[in-house]
């Protein structure tokens, strides 16, 4: 039958069989307790370890363990189980302290930031041990936060006036931030696909052919997220002052419109923007109230960080 076949034949005294007996029916047992004392219990009426087992709901090895433990400790020797040998021990002090200091440093092989497993190599240690030494100090070495210090004085205030045209726009004004995307590649499929029906999916060619270059030009408004595109064959002042001209004709007349737009060449255009506001400058606010247009400057490095990138 093995070694773990039975090798203990059960007797019980009176006072043993009383204390199993209370175990058993003590609702405030734990169940583990309850089984121990109904395997020894039912091994003292002379009942085979298969029949035991089945009763109680155990294997044959438990039910000869505890027929084991009972007979080397008594009833005392249900109630407890034997120690045993600690699992892996925990990392020392020094090998935390190397962790961190080795995550501050520059990772090898021109890497660009320490991965789990290149630091669990280089540690001699589990990826789970760094991870759970990343969490416990803070260090993140997949993560950069950008970050862009201006030198100009009034920066502060130059900030708060763009950030505010976002924040708390002037009332029944049109805010607008405007960008272009030049050189994207406009491509068509060689063949017209087929749409998709039931039991087939939609079809293309896997080659295409070139048409060139375009121009995006887009307007988002802040207020409701809406965006006026237009697509141009080529990215001079002349096309975007035709955009913005689009751009004013979708808006309703009266109202005033301020657009926050960056310091690209082809805004500082003479024919785009007065001459006087042609400078160093990262951006113009344009506001048009009416017939009159007015502008004043961005402020210079007024895209701190990616959680906030006012255009």
Same mark, same amino acid.
């Given at each position: !039958?093995g070694t !773990?076949?039975?090798?203990?034949?059960?007797?019980?005294s009176?006072?043993?069989?009383? *204390?199993?007996?209370?175990?058993? *029916?003590?609702?405030?047992?734990?169940?583990k307790?309850?089984d121990?004392?109904?395997?020894?219990?039912?091994?003292?009426?002379?009942?085979?370890?298969?029949q035991?087992a089945?009763?109680?709901g155990v294997?044959r090895?438990?039910?000869?363990?505890?027929?084991?433990?009972?007979?080397?400790?008594?009833?005392?020797?249900?109630?407890?189980?034997?120690?045993r040998?600690?699992?892996?021990?925990?990392?020392?002090?020094e090998?935390?302290?190397?962790?961190?200091?080795l995550?501050?440093?520059q990772p090898?092989?021109q890497?660009?930031?320490w991965t789990?497993?290149?630091?669990?190599?280089?540690?001699?240690?589990?990826?789970?041990?760094?991870?759970?030494?990343?969490?416990?100090?803070?260090l993140? #070495?997949?993560?950069?936060?950008?970050?862009k210090?201006?030198?100009d004085?009034?920066?502060?205030?130059k900030?708060?006036d763009?950030v505010?045209?976002?924040?708390? $726009?002037?009332?029944?004004?049109?805010?607008?931030s405007?960008?272009?995307?030049? /050189?994207?590649?406009?491509?068509d499929?060689t063949?017209?696909?087929l749409?998709?029906?039931?039991?087939?999916? /939609?079809? !293309?060619t896997?080659d295409?052919?070139?048409?060139?270059?375009t121009?995006?030009?887009?307007?988002?408004?802040?207020?409701d997220?809406?965006?006026?595109?237009?697509?141009m064959?080529?990215?001079?002042?002349?096309?975007?002052?035709?955009?913005?001209? *689009?751009?004013?004709?979708?808006v309703p *007349?009266?109202?005033?419109?301020?657009?926050?737009?960056d310091?690209?060449?082809?805004?500082?255009?003479?024919?785009s923007l007065?001459?006087? !506001?042609?400078g160093?400058w990262?951006?113009?606010?344009?506001?048009?109230?009416g017939?009159?247009?007015?502008l004043? #400057?961005? $402020?210079?490095?007024?895209t701190?960080s990616?959680?906030?990138?006012?255009r």
């Amino acid at each position: !039958m093995g070694t !773990m076949a039975q090798q203990v034949c059960v007797v019980l005294s009176t006072a043993e069989r009383e *204390a199993l007996t209370a175990i058993v *029916a003590d609702r405030n047992r734990s169940r583990k307790h309850a089984d121990r004392a109904r395997i020894v219990l039912a091994s003292a009426d002379r009942q085979l370890p298969q029949q035991v087992a089945h009763r109680v709901g155990v294997s044959r090895s438990t039910v000869w363990r505890w027929q084991q433990r009972f007979a080397e400790s008594g009833v005392e020797g249900l109630l407890r189980d034997k120690t045993r040998k600690p699992g892996t021990a925990p990392l020392g002090a020094e090998i935390t302290a190397r962790v961190v200091a080795l995550t501050c440093t520059q990772p090898p092989h021109q890497a660009t930031h320490w991965t789990g497993r290149a630091m669990a190599k280089a540690a001699g240690i589990s990826l789970g041990s760094v991870q759970r030494i990343w969490r416990a100090h803070k260090l993140q #070495p997949h993560r950069l936060r950008t970050f862009k210090r201006s030198r100009d004085p009034s920066f502060a205030a130059k900030l708060a006036d763009v950030v505010g045209l976002y924040l708390d $726009p002037p009332a029944h004004a049109v805010v607008l931030s405007i960008d272009e995307k030049s /050189q994207i590649q406009a491509l068509d499929r060689t063949q017209p696909g087929l749409p998709i029906k039931p039991g087939r999916c /939609q079809t !293309m060619t896997h080659d295409y052919k070139r048409h060139g270059t375009t121009t995006l030009f887009a307007a988002l408004s802040v207020l409701d997220g809406s965006v006026i595109g237009r697509c141009m064959q080529r990215h001079r002042h002349l096309e975007f002052i035709r955009f913005l001209n *689009a751009v004013e004709r979708q808006v309703p *007349a009266g109202k005033p419109i301020h657009v926050v737009l960056d310091n690209y060449a082809t805004h500082k255009h003479p024919k785009s923007l007065p001459s006087r !506001m042609r400078g160093c400058w990262l951006g113009w606010r344009a506001i048009r109230a009416g017939p009159s247009t007015s502008l004043r #400057p961005r $402020p210079p490095g007024s895209t701190p960080s990616r959680t906030s990138s006012p255009r």
